[in-house]
T-cell receptor, first 117, second 114 residues
Framework: GAGVSQSPSNKVTEKGKDVELRCDPISGHTALYWYRQSLGQGLEFLIYFQGNSAPDKSGLPSDRFSAERTGGSVSTLTIQRTQQEDSAVYLC???????????????FGPGTRLTVL | AQSVTQLGSHVSVSEGALVLLRCNYSSSVPPYLFWYVQYPNQGLQLLLKYTTGATLVKGINGFEAEFKKSETSFHLTKPSAHMSDAAEYFCAVSVMEYGNKLVFGAGTILRVKS
Protein backbone atom coordinates (compact mmCIF):
# COMPACT_ATOMS: atom_id res chain seq x y z
CA GLY A 1 0.00 0.00 0.00
CA ALA A 2 0.95 3.64 -0.21
CA GLY A 3 3.27 5.03 2.41
CA VAL A 4 3.42 8.47 3.97
CA SER A 5 3.68 11.15 1.32
CA GLN A 6 4.86 14.72 1.69
CA SER A 7 4.76 17.72 -0.58
CA PRO A 8 6.56 19.58 -1.86
CA SER A 9 9.77 17.57 -1.82
CA ASN A 10 11.79 20.77 -1.97
CA LYS A 11 10.86 24.33 -1.10
CA VAL A 12 13.02 27.40 -1.49
CA THR A 13 11.68 30.60 0.01
CA GLU A 14 12.83 34.04 0.97
CA LYS A 15 13.30 35.12 4.54
CA GLY A 16 10.08 36.54 5.94
CA LYS A 17 7.74 34.56 3.70
CA ASP A 18 5.20 32.02 4.97
CA VAL A 19 5.39 28.37 3.87
CA GLU A 20 3.03 25.42 4.09
CA LEU A 21 4.20 21.83 4.11
CA ARG A 22 1.78 18.97 3.55
CA CYS A 23 1.68 15.43 4.86
CA ASP A 24 -0.59 12.57 3.78
CA PRO A 25 -0.38 9.76 6.33
CA ILE A 26 -0.92 6.09 5.66
CA SER A 27 -4.62 5.40 5.27
CA GLY A 28 -6.18 4.38 8.56
CA HIS A 29 -3.36 5.69 10.73
CA THR A 30 -4.75 7.87 13.47
CA ALA A 31 -1.46 9.18 14.85
CA LEU A 32 0.60 11.75 12.95
CA TYR A 33 3.93 13.32 13.89
CA TRP A 34 6.12 16.10 12.55
CA TYR A 35 9.88 16.12 13.08
CA ARG A 36 12.63 18.43 11.89
CA GLN A 37 16.05 17.27 10.78
CA SER A 38 18.79 19.88 10.66
CA LEU A 39 22.56 19.79 10.68
CA GLY A 40 22.91 21.59 13.96
CA GLN A 41 20.07 20.02 15.92
CA GLY A 42 19.67 16.52 14.52
CA LEU A 43 16.19 14.99 14.53
CA GLU A 44 13.72 16.91 16.72
CA PHE A 45 10.10 16.26 17.54
CA LEU A 46 7.77 19.12 16.65
CA ILE A 47 4.13 18.11 17.11
CA TYR A 48 1.92 15.03 17.51
CA PHE A 49 -1.73 14.46 16.60
CA GLN A 50 -3.77 11.53 17.87
CA GLY A 51 -7.33 11.19 16.65
CA ASN A 52 -9.55 13.95 17.99
CA SER A 53 -7.37 14.67 21.01
CA ALA A 54 -5.65 18.00 21.49
CA PRO A 55 -2.26 17.88 19.75
CA ASP A 56 0.98 17.71 21.67
CA LYS A 57 2.72 20.91 20.55
CA SER A 58 5.56 20.68 23.03
CA GLY A 59 8.25 20.52 20.36
CA LEU A 60 7.30 23.57 18.31
CA PRO A 61 10.29 25.94 18.50
CA SER A 62 8.37 29.21 18.31
CA ASP A 63 4.91 30.65 17.75
CA ARG A 64 5.77 31.07 14.09
CA PHE A 65 5.20 27.34 13.75
CA SER A 66 1.73 25.84 13.67
CA ALA A 67 0.11 22.69 12.36
CA GLU A 68 -3.34 21.41 11.75
CA ARG A 69 -4.85 18.12 10.78
CA THR A 70 -8.07 18.18 8.84
CA GLY A 71 -10.57 15.36 8.97
CA GLY A 72 -8.16 13.21 10.92
CA SER A 73 -6.04 12.65 7.84
CA VAL A 74 -3.97 15.25 5.96
CA SER A 75 -1.80 17.58 7.99
CA THR A 76 -0.28 20.94 7.13
CA LEU A 77 2.69 22.45 8.92
CA THR A 78 2.84 26.21 8.53
CA ILE A 79 5.87 28.36 9.22
CA GLN A 80 5.23 32.08 9.28
CA ARG A 81 7.84 34.76 8.63
CA THR A 82 10.50 32.18 7.84
CA GLN A 83 14.02 32.66 9.13
CA GLN A 84 17.26 31.17 7.82
CA GLU A 85 17.49 28.92 10.88
CA ASP A 86 14.24 27.27 9.76
CA SER A 87 16.14 25.64 6.90
CA ALA A 88 15.91 21.91 7.47
CA VAL A 89 14.24 18.72 6.29
CA TYR A 90 10.75 18.40 7.73
CA LEU A 91 9.69 14.80 8.21
CA CYS A 92 6.20 13.51 8.77
CA UNK A 93 5.39 10.12 10.29
CA UNK A 94 2.22 8.21 11.03
CA UNK A 95 1.33 5.21 13.13
CA UNK A 96 -1.60 3.01 13.98
CA UNK A 97 -1.83 3.07 17.76
CA UNK A 98 -2.04 -0.13 19.69
CA UNK A 99 -2.79 -0.46 23.39
CA UNK A 100 0.68 0.78 24.31
CA UNK A 101 1.34 3.69 22.01
CA UNK A 102 4.97 4.22 22.83
CA UNK A 103 5.76 0.90 21.18
CA UNK A 104 4.02 1.74 17.92
CA UNK A 105 6.15 1.89 14.82
CA UNK A 106 6.21 5.29 13.20
CA UNK A 107 6.34 5.21 9.40
CA PHE A 108 8.16 8.16 7.91
CA GLY A 109 7.64 10.07 4.69
CA PRO A 110 10.52 11.21 2.46
CA GLY A 111 10.51 14.70 3.91
CA THR A 112 10.34 18.25 2.60
CA ARG A 113 13.66 20.05 2.28
CA LEU A 114 13.11 23.71 3.16
CA THR A 115 15.71 26.30 2.25
CA VAL A 116 15.26 29.85 3.47
CA LEU A 117 17.39 32.37 1.61
CA ALA B 1 13.99 13.23 30.51
CA GLN B 2 15.21 10.70 28.03
CA SER B 3 18.27 11.02 25.91
CA VAL B 4 20.17 8.89 23.44
CA THR B 5 23.89 8.90 22.77
CA GLN B 6 25.36 7.32 19.67
CA LEU B 7 29.09 6.87 19.92
CA GLY B 8 30.84 7.63 16.66
CA SER B 9 29.30 9.95 14.12
CA HIS B 10 31.07 7.98 11.37
CA VAL B 11 31.89 4.27 11.23
CA SER B 12 33.80 2.64 8.39
CA VAL B 13 33.94 -1.12 7.83
CA SER B 14 35.07 -3.37 5.04
CA GLU B 15 32.55 -5.39 3.09
CA GLY B 16 32.01 -8.69 4.90
CA ALA B 17 33.20 -7.34 8.25
CA LEU B 18 31.18 -7.04 11.45
CA VAL B 19 29.07 -3.93 11.84
CA LEU B 20 28.73 -2.52 15.36
CA LEU B 21 26.90 0.75 15.94
CA ARG B 22 26.71 1.89 19.54
CA CYS B 23 23.72 3.37 21.32
CA ASN B 24 23.33 4.25 24.99
CA TYR B 25 20.17 5.70 26.46
CA SER B 26 19.16 7.55 29.57
CA SER B 27 15.73 6.98 31.00
CA SER B 28 14.26 6.88 34.47
CA VAL B 29 11.62 4.37 33.41
CA PRO B 30 11.77 1.28 31.20
CA PRO B 31 12.38 2.50 27.68
CA TYR B 32 11.18 1.36 24.32
CA LEU B 33 14.08 1.45 21.88
CA PHE B 34 14.24 1.71 18.12
CA TRP B 35 16.81 1.67 15.35
CA TYR B 36 16.00 3.47 12.11
CA VAL B 37 18.01 3.68 8.89
CA GLN B 38 18.02 6.59 6.47
CA TYR B 39 19.29 6.26 2.91
CA PRO B 40 20.26 9.44 1.05
CA ASN B 41 17.31 11.69 0.26
CA GLN B 42 14.84 9.25 1.82
CA GLY B 43 12.83 9.09 5.00
CA LEU B 44 13.54 6.89 7.96
CA GLN B 45 12.88 3.16 7.83
CA LEU B 46 12.49 1.02 10.93
CA LEU B 47 15.16 -1.66 11.31
CA LEU B 48 14.02 -3.10 14.62
CA LYS B 49 12.54 -2.22 17.98
CA TYR B 50 12.64 -3.42 21.56
CA THR B 51 9.49 -3.18 23.64
CA THR B 52 9.32 -6.00 26.16
CA GLY B 53 10.31 -9.64 26.35
CA ALA B 54 13.34 -11.05 24.60
CA THR B 55 16.29 -8.69 24.88
CA LEU B 56 17.87 -9.81 21.60
CA VAL B 57 15.85 -8.32 18.79
CA LYS B 58 16.20 -9.30 15.16
CA GLY B 59 15.34 -6.86 12.43
CA ILE B 60 15.40 -6.50 8.70
CA ASN B 61 18.42 -6.91 6.44
CA GLY B 62 20.23 -9.15 8.92
CA PHE B 63 20.55 -6.57 11.68
CA GLU B 64 20.00 -7.29 15.34
CA ALA B 65 20.33 -5.44 18.62
CA GLU B 66 20.52 -6.44 22.23
CA PHE B 67 18.90 -4.51 25.07
CA LYS B 68 21.21 -4.48 28.09
CA LYS B 69 19.54 -2.75 31.01
CA SER B 70 22.62 -2.92 33.25
CA GLU B 71 24.65 -1.10 30.60
CA THR B 72 21.78 1.12 29.37
CA SER B 73 22.76 0.09 25.88
CA PHE B 74 21.07 -1.01 22.68
CA HIS B 75 23.90 -1.60 20.22
CA LEU B 76 23.15 -2.55 16.62
CA THR B 77 25.10 -5.33 14.94
CA LYS B 78 25.31 -7.20 11.68
CA PRO B 79 27.73 -10.10 11.19
CA SER B 80 28.73 -9.26 7.64
CA ALA B 81 28.49 -5.81 6.08
CA HIS B 82 27.19 -5.34 2.57
CA MET B 83 27.74 -2.36 0.32
CA SER B 84 24.00 -1.67 0.44
CA ASP B 85 24.23 -1.11 4.21
CA ALA B 86 25.91 2.26 3.67
CA ALA B 87 23.48 4.76 5.18
CA GLU B 88 22.85 6.79 8.32
CA TYR B 89 21.54 4.96 11.35
CA PHE B 90 19.54 6.48 14.18
CA CYS B 91 18.84 5.07 17.61
CA ALA B 92 15.71 6.39 19.32
CA VAL B 93 13.83 6.02 22.59
CA SER B 94 10.14 6.37 23.32
CA VAL B 95 8.69 6.47 26.80
CA MET B 96 4.97 6.29 27.42
CA GLU B 97 5.02 8.62 30.39
CA TYR B 98 6.46 11.35 28.19
CA GLY B 99 4.12 10.99 25.27
CA ASN B 100 4.66 9.17 22.07
CA LYS B 101 7.43 11.20 20.58
CA LEU B 102 10.70 9.62 19.60
CA VAL B 103 13.89 11.08 21.00
CA PHE B 104 16.69 10.41 18.55
CA GLY B 105 20.42 10.11 18.83
CA ALA B 106 22.64 12.21 16.59
CA GLY B 107 23.02 9.43 14.07
CA THR B 108 25.93 7.34 12.80
CA ILE B 109 26.95 7.33 9.17
CA LEU B 110 28.07 3.87 8.11
CA ARG B 111 30.53 3.60 5.27
CA VAL B 112 31.23 0.20 3.72
CA LYS B 113 34.50 -0.20 1.85
CA SER B 114 34.94 -2.70 -0.95
Amino acid sequence: GAGVSQSPSNKVTEKGKDVELRCDPISGHTALYWYRQSLGQGLEFLIYFQGNSAPDKSGLPSDRFSAERTGGSVSTLTIQRTQQEDSAVYLCASSSPSGRRSTDTQYFGPGTRLTVL
Amino acid sequence: AQSVTQLGSHVSVSEGALVLLRCNYSSSVPPYLFWYVQYPNQGLQLLLKYTTGATLVKGINGFEAEFKKSETSFHLTKPSAHMSDAAEYFCAVSVMEYGNKLVFGAGTILRVKS
